[in-house]
């Protein structure tokens, strides 16, 4: 049984995942900041008699990640780097305090998980790291300043690990979603967009020319493919699961 490491993995994109690796039995551990979703989701899936582990830990504070790392076992075979929040505004709307915010979960978090990682996938024998990025790394977005600066940062976070752990037999990738439908986009447009929510969910759901937006389980069915041994010939790659939003995009 393969022991699988997800943070973030408690709601949206990242529950979608735990939900997968859970099913496909794997020994799942899931971190979280939201101690309540993350309690009643381990509470869900171990009435279905799988083996899950729920792990409440601030992935910006190092020292926590050091200790919540050192109780999981001595080799792991997979971590998943989903946990991440996003940003909205351009360069002179971006305060300082929302640049280190958004600079502490997306980028320093994917770098104290790795690094607390690689010790367990190397006492294993090998493994596999998967960076949850965007679209947003690798072309402009409107309004996405820091947000769009921390998943440059995990594309070449990425890449680093690919390259100096090869020889380990330790892969690392990336996914790169477009626009996906999780509670976040639903409470975005609550807050925002209060009585056109319907109509703004559809006009940002039009933006890829596909015409709709991702689904979680999409997500996960890709993170999966790339975690197993199906994947065992890539790594230091990132790809796009966007909908055409980057290939077909005029």
């Given at each position: ?39 009643k989701t381990a509470k869900a899936l171990e ?156 006009k940002l759901a039009a933006t890829q020319p ?35 939003f980057q290939g077909l995009k005029a």
């Amino acid at each position: 049984m393969k022991k699988t490491v997800i943070t973030g993995g408690a709601s949206g994109i990242g529950l979608a995942i735990t939900e997968k690796f859970a099913l496909e039995g794997h020994e799942v551990y899931f971190l979280d900041y939201n101690k309540e979703n993350g309690e009643k989701t381990a509470k869900a899936l171990e009435s279905q008699n799988l083996k899950v582990s729920f792990i409440h830990v601030d992935i910006s504070d190092f020292e926590q990640v050091k200790k919540t790392f050192a109780t999981l076992p001595d080799t792991i075979d997979i971590l998943i780097n989903n946990a991440g929040i996003s940003h909205i505004g351009n360069l002179e709307s971006t305060q300082e305090a929302d640049f280190d915010a958004v600079y502490q979960v997306n980028v320093k978090g994917v770098f104290s998980c790795s690094q607390a990682a690689i010790p367990k996938l190397k006492a294993n024998g090998g493994g596999c790291i998967l960076n949850m990025c965007s679209v947003a790394a690798t072309m402009g977005l409107a309004d996405r300043f820091a947000y769009s600066m921390t998943k440059g940062a995990v594309l070449s976070m990425t890449l680093s690990i690919a390259k100096d752990y090869v020889h380990e037999n330790i892969r690392c990738n990336c996914i790169s979603p477009g626009r996906v439908h999780t509670p976040f986009v639903d409470g975005f447009l609550a807050k925002n967009y209060p009585g056109q929510e319907k109509e703004m969910f559809d006009k940002l759901a039009a933006t890829q020319p596909i015409g709709r937006m991702g689904k979680p389980e999409e997500i996960a069915a890709l993170v999966y493919y790339l975690a197993s041994d199906d994947a065992s010939f890539i790594t230091g790659s990132n790809f796009p699961i966007d909908g055409g939003f980057q290939g077909l995009k005029a």
